[in-house]
C-alpha cells in the first residue's frame, strides 16, 4: 500500500494495521519525524521524504494508494496516476475537493468538463463514495471535500495510452469552445490522419466528445504511419 502524504501518521496508522506493508511518503521533514516517532512501533512501514510525482519515488510499485493531499495538487495527482505502476494497480481512494470530483466525472457539454475529466474517464472507473462535511476537519476548510475511488480499466487497447496520447489530449482541449476541425487545422498529429478523422467528430466542439471518441482521435493521431 502507498500513501501520499503521511502528514502526522494518524491515517497511517490504520492503514499499517490492516495492510502487510505501507510505504508512506511526504515532503514535511518535520511531519514525516512525527509520524516516525507515533510510528515506531509497526515493523511494516517504510518512510521515505519527498515529492511522489518525481523520481525516485514515482516508481514506487504499490497494488493500492490512498492519499489526501492539498487540493492544489489533485490535477497533478490524476496525471501522475494515469501512468503510475503502469496502472496495475488495484484501486486509488483519495480525498478532493467536492468540485475537482464532480469534474472528473463531469458528462460531455459541462463546464465541468475538462481535460482532466477525459483522462480519468478513459482510464479509470470513477466512483464518488461520499461527501465529507467542512466541520469534520480541523481547521475548518473553506470548501467542501469528497472521497473518491478511481480502479483502473481493463478496457482493450488501453495499455498503450502513453504520454504521447496525454500530450495531445491536453492540445486537443486547449481548444475547447471551438470545433474539433480547429484543432485538426492547427496539429501536426491531427493534421497527419484528418481524413481518418470523421466528419460528424470534426464539426462537434472539442467538449462535446464523449472519453471514448476522444480516445479513438489520439489513437489515429498516435500510431505509427
Not at 49 to 78: H, M, Q, W
Not at 97 to 110: C, D, T
Not at 135 to 148: A, E, L, Q, T
Request: with cysteine; proline share 4%; aromatic share 8%.
Amino acid at each position: 500500500m502507498f500513501e501520499i502524504g503521511t502528514g502526522r501518521g494518524l491515517l497511517t496508522l490504520h492503514l499499517a494495521q490492516r495492510a502487510t506493508k505501507v510505504i508512506t511518503c511526504d515532503l514535511d521533514s518535520h511531519l514525516l519525524e512525527e509520524a516516525k516517532s507515533r510510528l515506531k512501533g509497526f515493523a511494516n512501514i517504510t518512510f521515505l521524504r519527498g515529492n511522489a510525482f518525481v523520481p525516485p519515488i514515482c516508481k514506487t510499485r504499490f497494488d493500492v494508494c490512498v492519499t489526501s493531499l492539498p487540493y492544489s495538487r489533485s490535477r497533478e495527482f490524476i496525471e501522475w496516476l494515469a501512468f503510475a505502476n503502469k496502472r496495475r494497480f488495484r484501486s486509488c481512494t483519495a480525498v478532493v475537493q467536492s468540485e475537482f470530483a464532480h469534474k472528473l466525472v463531469a458528462l460531455p457539454g459541462r463546464e465541468e468538463y475538462r481535460f482532466v475529466s477525459v483522462l480519468a474517464q478513459i482510464l479509470f472507473g470513477i466512483e464518488i463514495v461520499k461527501g465529507i462535511s467542512r466541520y469534520d476537519f480541523d481547521p475548518v476548510p473553506g470548501v467542501s471535500s469528497s472521497i473518491i475511488r478511481l480502479v483502473p480499466r481493463n478496457d482493450s487497447g488501453l495499455d498503450s495510452f502513453a504520454s504521447a496520447h496525454a500530450r495531445l489530449l491536453r492540445n486537443i482541449f486547449s481548444f475547447r469552445g471551438r470545433l474539433l476541425r480547429s484543432a485538426v487545422r492547427k496539429t501536426p498529429e491531427l493534421m497527419k490522419c484528418s481524413r481518418e478523422l470523421r466528419e460528424e467528430w470534426q464539426n462537434r466542439r472539442v467538449e462535446q466528445l464523449q472519453p471514448q471518441e476522444i480516445l479513438s482521435i489520439l489513437e489515429l493521431a498516435c500510431s505509427p504511419k
